[in-house]
């Protein structure tokens, strides 16, 4: 089978294009005006997302991307690299294997849930009543996870 190249002038394009159309269709869903929708959504982690190739969220239609659903699958290939940050910060074994263990609970979980946000992330592990303890430690793994997305580096962390 033939492999068709497609070339990042032509992924942004296409990110306009679902970018447009879901603007265009909240906004006759709504009645809000056109600008006050793109300014508000140009500051959102979903357009950094969108125009991050690598997450392919430029190939899913606007509905998907009106839907705000959360990709966390691009982080599963990115995970060695997202766990060097915690590695360089000279964290144990043992919360480098336990952080993956987490993420990788995560992104696996996300296929089975709806989540749109990483606040919808914690409140799920609310709802699993859990000891404050462990829950402060999920809450930090997803903020990271949510910082990581948007920098690709970890809160207060940087690679040398």
């Given at each position: 089978?033939?492999?068709?190249?497609?070339?990042?002038?032509?992924?942004?394009?296409?990110?306009?294009?679902?970018?447009?159309?879901?603007?265009?269709d909240y906004c006759d869903d709504t009645g809000v005006s056109f600008n006050d929708v793109f300014f508000r959504f140009v500051t959102s982690p979903a357009y950094k997302m969108l125009f991050d190739y690598s997450t392919g969220l430029w190939?899913?239609?606007?509905?998907?991307?009106?839907?705000?659903?959360?990709?966390?699958?691009?982080?599963?290939?990115?995970?060695?690299?997202?766990?060097?940050?915690?590695?360089?910060?000279?964290?144990?074994?043992?919360?480098?294997?336990?952080?993956?263990?987490?993420?990788?609970?995560?992104?696996?979980?996300?296929?089975?849930?709806?989540?749109?946000?990483?606040?919808?992330?914690?409140?799920?592990?609310?709802?699993?009543?859990?000891?404050?303890?462990?829950?402060?430690?999920?809450?930090?793994?997803?903020?990271?996870?949510?910082?990581?997305?948007?920098?690709?580096?970890?809160?207060?962390?940087?690679?040398?």
């Amino acid at each position: 089978m033939n492999e068709i190249a497609i070339d990042d002038s032509q992924r942004e394009m296409c990110a306009v294009l679902v970018m447009r159309t879901m603007l265009t269709d909240y906004c006759d869903d709504t009645g809000v005006s056109f600008n006050d929708v793109f300014f508000r959504f140009v500051t959102s982690p979903a357009y950094k997302m969108l125009f991050d190739y690598s997450t392919g969220l430029w190939m899913e239609g606007p509905d998907y991307l009106r839907k705000g659903r959360l990709n966390l699958f691009p982080l599963r290939d990115q995970l060695d690299d997202f766990l060097a940050f915690f590695i360089q910060q000279g964290r144990c074994d043992e919360t480098v294997l336990s952080t993956r263990r987490t993420v990788s609970y995560i992104i696996t979980m996300s296929a089975s849930n709806s989540w749109d946000t990483y606040q919808d992330i914690k409140d799920w592990y609310f709802e699993k009543k859990l000891t404050t303890k462990y829950l402060d430690k999920i809450y930090r793994i997803i903020d990271h996870m949510e910082y990581w997305q948007l920098n690709g580096t970890l809160i207060g962390c940087s690679f040398l």
